[in-house]
C-alpha cells in the first residue's frame, strides 16, 4: 500500500467523523488530555512488544500500572488494559458545548431497589390434600348406589351406597347372641355376687369391642341402636358420606361385587383448590416464595383473590420450560372452577443490587456495553455483565463499580465516533 493512498484514507476517515457527530465531536489525539496519554503510552507499550499485561483505571486512565490492583484515587479494580483497548481505545472526546446540544444524559452506579410485576397465567386444579377414596371395609354387593354420576356433588352424612354383606350379617348374628346372653344374666341376677359381676363386665367388655368393630366396618349408630333394640339383623346397610365434596371417580356400578382392596368412589372438596402458576425462564430469577399473588378471571373485573406464592415443583417441565408454582386459595363459594384459566400477577419483593438504567446498556454482538464517563467529555466503551431487568432498571453484576458514571442516551452515537477515533489513530501510528 503507498503512503499517498494511506494518507487519502486518513484523511477522508477525518472528515467522516464530523459529518456523522453533526460537527459537535472530535478526538482525542486533537486535543490531548490525560485519556490520550494513557493511550499513547499503551500503544508504545504494545508497540514495543512487551511481554508484561498491563492494567488501568477506568475512571482514571492515568493511573496505568503492570499488575492487577485497585486505583489509588477511587479504588475501583483495575482491568486490563488490552481489554479496555479492544473495546474502543481512548474513546472520544466530546466538548461541552457540544455535549449540551446533544443533550447527553449521565447515569451513576448506585445500589437500587429492584422490583417488578410479572404478569402470566395460571390453572384451577383440584387441591389434592382434599381427595377422598371410598372403600368398603367388608366383601360384599352392592344393592344400590345412591351416586351414579361423576360431578355429582355430595353432602357429609349423605348416603352414598348400600351394601349386603353374608361376613357383616353374620358379625350381626353374634352381636346379637352377645346382648341376648347379657340380658338373660341380668333376669338371673337378684343380686351381683362376685362371679356374675365378673361376667356382666366381660360381656359389658365384649359388647364395646363389638361396636368398635361395626363402627370400623362403617355401620352407623342407628344401626347398631335397631340391632340392640329389636335383636334382628339388617340384612342391607347403608354407608354414608365421610366428607363433602364432589364426586371424580366411580369404580362399581350396583350389582358389583366389591372387597376393601376395591375404589368404589372417589371424592374431592372444591372449597379449597390449588392454582398452578405458570413461570418462564426470564421470569424465575425474580419470583420468590411468599410473593404477593393476585389472580384475576380473564374478561372479568369482578372476582380478585391475593395470597403468598409457594413452589410446588422443584424442576423445569422438559416440554414447555416453564416452571410450575402454587397458590393456595380458599373457595368457600364455588366461584373458581378445577380446570379452568386465571390471571395471574406476581408482585415481586425488591432486590437491592447495583444498577443501571436499561437504557444505559447496549446490547452488541460482543456483549452487553456502556459508554463510560471518564470526565471532561471523554468516553469509552467498556464491556459489563448484567443481571436481572425490570422496567426501568437493570442489574450490573460485574465491570463496573458503585458512583461510575455512564451516558444513558446518545451512546451508540458516541460508540461509533469512539470506534472512528480509535480507528483513526490507528492508520495514524502506520504512517
Known sequence: MTSSFVRTLYYGV????????VGVVYF??????????????????????????????????QILQEHPGSCPICGMDLVEADGAHEHGGAGVQVDTASLQRM??????????????????????AIDETSMVNVSPKIEGWIRKLHVTAVGQPVRAGQILYEIYSPELVQRQREYIELLQRRDQLLQRMTELSGQNAQVAASLARERIRAREKFTYADISEDILDKIEKTHRTVDVVTVRAPHSGFVTQIGAREGSYVTPVTNLLSLADTAKVWIDIVLYPDQLAWVKEGDEVTVK???????????????????????????????????????LRPGSFVDVII??????????PRSAVMRTGKGNMVMLARGNGHFIPF????????????????????????????????????SLSDAAQRMQGNR
Not at 477525518?14 to 457527530?21: A, N, R, S
Not at 489525539?29 to 504494545?46: F, I, K, T, V, Y
Not at 443533550?103 to 384451577?124: F, M, P, W
Request: net charge neutral.
Open 14 to 21: 477525518l472528515l467522516v467523523v464530523p459529518v456523522c457527530m
Open 28 to 61: 482525542s489525539g486533537q486535543h490531548p488530555s490525560e485519556s490520550a496519554r494513557a493511550a499513547d503510552r499503551l500503544e508504545r507499550l504494545n508497540g514495543a512488544g512487551a511481554a508484561k499485561k498491563l492494567w488501568i483505571c477506568p475512571m482514571h486512565p
Open 103 to 124: 443533550g447527553v444524559r449521565l447515569a451513576s452506579v448506585e445500589h437500587q431497589g429492584l422490583s417488578r410485576k410479572l404478569q402470566t397465567y395460571g390453572n384451577v
Open 297 to 335: 378471571l380473564p374478561h372479568s373485573d369482578e372476582l380478585e383473590v391475593k395470597g403468598p406464592l409457594k413452589f410446588a415443583s422443584p424442576t423445569v417441565d422438559n416440554a414447555t420450560r416453564t416452571v410450575r408454582a402454587r397458590l393456595v386459595v380458599n373457595n368457600a363459594h364455588q366461584r
Open 347 to 356: 408482585t415481586t419483593r425488591p432486590h437491592k443490587a447495583l444498577a443501571l
Open 383 to 418: 464491556p459489563v455483565e448484567t443481571g436481572i431487568e425490570s422496567s426501568d432498571l437493570i442489574e450490573i453484576t460485574d465491570g463496573l463499580q458503585e458512583g461510575a458514571q455512564v451516558a444513558v442516551n446518545c451512546q451508540f452515537l458516541l460508540d461509533a465516533a469512539a
